[in-house]
């Protein structure tokens, strides 16, 4: 066997990182549920043992592993936290709102750290932070009561493994050992790596510190000092498994070079790191990536039975019945075992949305501070489930709606009081999932948007909307036939226009939101101006395959609702045709499919119109959106799609069927274009496009495709950008 | 690995509009006989539609269209030839391809503006190969988005897609 050479290292180490993030990842979260438990507890003394218990651990354990990957900024300030809570929970010391800040602070810094380390980034120091937490702590210390201990650590009760620790603390060393961990390719193979002999170390005893080294000979080895209550003299099975080991006699020397033990009282954590892996013991990590791939190799498989069952639909004719049908059975069977499996794999990858959620709590806790308001976070449905993929997008476009509306939505308190409202305003988090899709609203009760300041602003920034016919539909009113546009000539569409406040609906209000470069007053401030606007949020959503929906009433609030699809892997779909093309549509953006008679089509101003439940629906052509070849028909299929003033027929050639159908996602700039979202193999190997049928529900949008697609001048500045916001 | 042995390197050659072009076999993922292209609306005029590539969704790049030449049906010699360059995989429509050959490094030449013609800026070399002369293809500068993107017009009305073979 080969020597690990660096390389065998990198892998080592990269495999090791990603549990890292992974497991931060989780003592994160963990740390910020306590954290949110603590704060009910400022300005008291008596807090509540097992928040503390629980934020320790988190903290402990990210120090440990931060440590092993050698993140010593990390490393350093978990430190100084576990000890400033130690403070809180052996001295009893009160917790003060600057120690709760100085908490959470640590909290995001630490987040911070770990992801620059992630990222390759330059890590920011820890030390101004850390300087106040030992401010913090030295003033804990100075308030302490001196009623049971005179020594300076305080004990709360005779604890065999602390005194030993104390003991071990002024150099006696008694029972603690160190351990040598050398990762080879072959240990590896039987599944011993660090995270193993980690986790086998913290059933020998507490695990008082981990380290990576690099060893003479330039591999890297792991290091762990870990102190045991029992007599134990060998570890026979540890040796097997590579690990050296010595009984370690702590000089003080030494004692300093370790991390620090000595400073602060010591907690005993056998217990805790016993129940954590037991816990842990029947869950697996695994990488997204393996999941991606094992749901591809479902989509291949998805793909193969389509194709299997379109030869034995051929062979139906020249099959007698008794041999075909049994063929036909099988396949049938296939396809409801393939769908089966489709799902465990699709529930494999959900998480709840709450970890988002969570996170919120601090935003809002931050930014209301900041801005002087008064605001609480009502959260529900945090355990629905959401492919793990959607939930890392979606955190900046839900960030960004929140920040939204504590910096504009909600009032200051006095202002609140004097409209009648409550001083303090709230932003509730809702997330839902229905049949395919996710439903995901954020609404506050503040001062709405302002359409005409939106307006103004839009001007003002040279931003148009679509035109629309003088007298157009008030708010609300439906797809009525005066809301339809004007003339569709594309140049009358790129002129600025836009009407009245009172005649502008919040689907139009969204989209000058959204669109590119606007921003309002507030925008540059700190907490909006992260560079995330919100055309990068209905982007960020639509490039997900979802919608974005705003509901406002000026004095009353504001709801964005964001609606998604599960997952986008697999959807079922509508096969259509026009123009000699097929085409898929995603269900989930269908509310209707309808037949029209072509004597029922009426023309106003160029437009298609038909009369769908009283209302006049205008209707797209797909082969004209799409420049194909139209046939003189009877009669045609169309689907509805959209939502309020945006509702629209899309009218094709005839609707094929529904299918499932495997999503492949076009990821080349140069086939990225409006109205497709991607495309998908229905079993003869022959790519159809699927259709984004939201984008085509967009009046602005189908006109350009269609504007393109009839050899229309288009301005040189607009012809790239239509590409690229795609 | 076979690659730089010697101080030769391999490439894939093929035809296009009467020229013998080559491009790095490296560069290159495979090749394979056209069957469908399914158009896309609104596409650079030069990009013919999407194909499927080894699950994957990728474009198919009409490379006598993006060259300046007339476009000419997809016929039995066509080939597609798909070429993985950075991240990006794009399929070539050529009008045949065949042959792997290696050419020693020393026989490449920079490209001489007088021959290079229309394709002369995603020229990177120029090599003698039994007395055939082989332009050697900048792939970057062929499948560049910028220049595609803004350069080539949309397709006009009712342009109709490959025809099917």
Redesign the interface.
Known sequence: MSIAGPEKNSEFLAEFLDDYFAESEEHLAGARRGLLALEHFVHQSNIDRASLDGLFRSFHSLKGISGMVGVRAAERLAHQMESYLRALRDWQATLSPEGMDALIAGAGLLEQIISEHRAHAPITDPSTLMARLDAIISEARNNRPVDNSTTGSVSTGPDPLRTSLQALAIGDGKNVWRFDFVPKPELSARGINVNYIRARLQQVGELMHAAPRVTPEGGIAFEFLVSTSEEITSFPDLFDDGVTYARQVLLPAVGAATIDVAAAPVEPMTASYQALSSRASNMVRVDLARLDELMRMVGDLVISRSRLDERVKHLEAALPAPEWRPLQETSLAMERQLRDLREGVMRVRMVPIGEIFERMQFVVRDLAREYQKQVKLELSGHQTEIDKFLVERLMDPILHLVRNAVSHGIEAPNERTALGKPREGTIALRASAAAETIVIEMEDDGRGVDAEQVIARARAMGIGIRGRGAGAGGQGSGAGAESISGPPEYEKLTEAKIDKAENIDSAELLELICAPGFSTRAEADRASGRGVGMNVVSNTIRGLGGTLELKTEAGKGTLFRIQLPLTLAIADALIVQAGHHRFAVPQASVREVIQIDASEIKILENNDVIVYRGAALPLLRLTRLFGLPEDQREYFHAFIVGSGLNTVGIAVDRILGQREIVVRVINDPLIQVAGVAGATELGDGRAVLILDAAALARPAEGRRIAAHNNGLPRPSNKSVESRTDA | MLEEQNGSKTFIIFELAGTTYAVRSRLVQQMEMI??????????AS?E????SR?????A?NLRVRFGFERIPIDLRTRLIVIEVG????GLIVDSAREFISIEASAIQPPNEAISGLSGKYIEGIAAVDNRIVLILDLRQV?N?AE???GDQ??????QPAKQG
């Open positions: 069957e469908e292209i399914t158009p896309v609306p609104n596409a650079p990009v539609g999407v194909v499927f699950g994957r969704v990728i474009p790049l991240e990006r995989n794009v499948i988005l595609i993107l803004i949309p397709a006009p009305s009712g342009a």
